[in-house]
């Protein structure tokens, strides 16, 4: 399709039928280019999970993605309290992934007591598009959220 030569339609009267056609022809599109974003890595899922609330404190934070972070550039963070009662510890060490399916390890290293935390990722993908996000989670049996 030339969208040039339809300006030879606008004195036809055909013209607005064919730059419709031109219109829905850009539209569509428009998905495909969204779906060459979803090549992206990003965060598969986590242990814990977003929102989830744990019975027993977790002795290992676990994440997964969708194509293997560079190790070197990862930094997480565990964040406990809220507000200016707030504690942030950086951990570490980072276990290696094996494989590319394998989860980054993060031990946590003490045992948490009851209460909200959230975990503060920031990672790179290999394609040197830097990520991050928070997973929040809480401790406790439960009795905190009555
Ligand atoms: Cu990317």
């Known amino acids: 399709m030339n969208v040039r030569s339809g300006g030879a339609f606008v004195r036809d009267?055909?013209?607005p039928?064919?730059?419709r056609a031109v219109t829905l022809a850009l539209l569509a599109a428009v998905p495909a280019i969204a779906g060459a974003a979803m090549m992206h890595m990003k965060?598969?899922?986590s242990e814990p999970a977003a929102n989830s609330v744990l019975r027993i404190p977790p002795k290992d934070l676990k994440l997964w993605f969708t194509q293997r972070p560079e190790l070197t550039v990862t930094s997480v963070k565990?964040?406990?309290g809220s507000g200016a009662s707030a504690v942030q510890r950086t951990l570490a060490p980072l276990a290696r992934a094996a494989a590319d399916s394998?989860?980054?390890v993060v031990p946590v290293g003490v045992t948490l007591a009851p209460g909200h935390y959230e975990?503060?990722?920031r990672t790179m993908a290999r394609d040197g598009h830097v990520l991050n996000g928070i997973i929040p989670f809480d401790v406790g049996s439960g009795a905190a959220k009555r």
Do not use: F, T
């Open 13 to 15: 009267g055909v013209r």
């Open 17 to 19: 039928l064919a730059r």
């Open 43 to 45: 965060l598969s899922r």
């Open 78 to 80: 565990l964040r406990s």
């Open 102 to 104: 394998a989860p980054i």
């Open 119 to 121: 975990i503060a990722w």
